[in-house]
T-cell receptor, first 119, second 110 residues
């Protein structure tokens, strides 16, 4: 089975340009997560969706960032306008809920990431 | 802020030795998970330990959980060069999202 697919793998753009990152979660997973990873801040959760609905976007840095999940098999993370401080690796992950009594367990499956460089 | 804090930040050992990494967290959890990240790759799930479990094994991995101390440890026995990676703990407090620590960078020297 294919894992989480992200595109592009690398993106270099100039400050002020719009950037769109794409993610295809694992088929059958109903939760999707967007993370950003930098040396300084580590791995940060930006937003996550459950059944295509945004649940928690408190990690989105500012209004320049937006994310959508129009259907169960596709999500985008858009930065407009981009700034040099947005340079990072952006990961998408999807999860499979495993029931344990009344407490669901979630293991997340990560994509390979998109390395974004804003000059 | 990060829930999990790994210790040490970096660890370098000889091949064949055991590697131990620790994770501390602040709030109550449903489960704690460990992930590995090879350079330039996404994170890969290694093992999950539930809040009512104290120890779990998977191959050369051994995870312990002490909820009274809010801490966990990951032991990798008989380390190999291929174990070189960063290791992250992640806590699940029931809100569905995981909160990751800063990670331990493990280097296995041949």
């Amino acid at each position: 089975d294919a894992g989480v697919i992200q595109s592009p793998r690398h993106e270099v753009t100039e400050m002020g340009q719009e950037v769109t990152l794409r993610c295809k979660p694992i088929s059958g997973h109903n939760s999707l997560f967007w993370y950003r990873q930098t040396m300084m801040r580590g791995l940060e959760l930006l937003i996550y969706f459950n059944n295509n609905v945004p649940i928690d976007d408190s990690g989105m840095p500012e209004d320049r960032f937006s994310a959508k999940m129009p259907n169960a098999s596709f999500s985008t993370l858009k930065i407009q306008p981009s700034e040099p401080r947005d340079s990072a690796v952006y990961f998408c992950a999807s999860s499979l809920a495993l029931r344990w009594g009344d407490r669901p367990l979630y293991e997340q499956y990560f994509g390979p990431g998109t390395r974004l460089t804003v000059t | 802020s990060q829930q999990g804090e790994e210790d040490p930040q970096a660890l370098s050992i000889q091949e064949g030795e055991n590697a131990t990494m620790n994770c501390s967290y602040k709030t109550s959890i449903n489960n704690l998970q460990w992930y590995r990240q090879n350079s330039g790759r996404g994170l890969v799930h290694l093992i999950l330990i539930r809040s009512n479990e104290r120890e779990k094994h998977s191959g050369r991995l051994r995870v312990t959980l002490d909820t009274s101390k809010k801490s966990s440890s990951l032991l990798i026995t008989a380390s190999r060069a291929a174990d070189t990676a960063s290791y992250f703990c992640a806590t699940d407090s029931g809100a569905q999202k995981l909160v990751f620590g800063q990670g331990t960078r493990l280097t296995i020297n041949p």
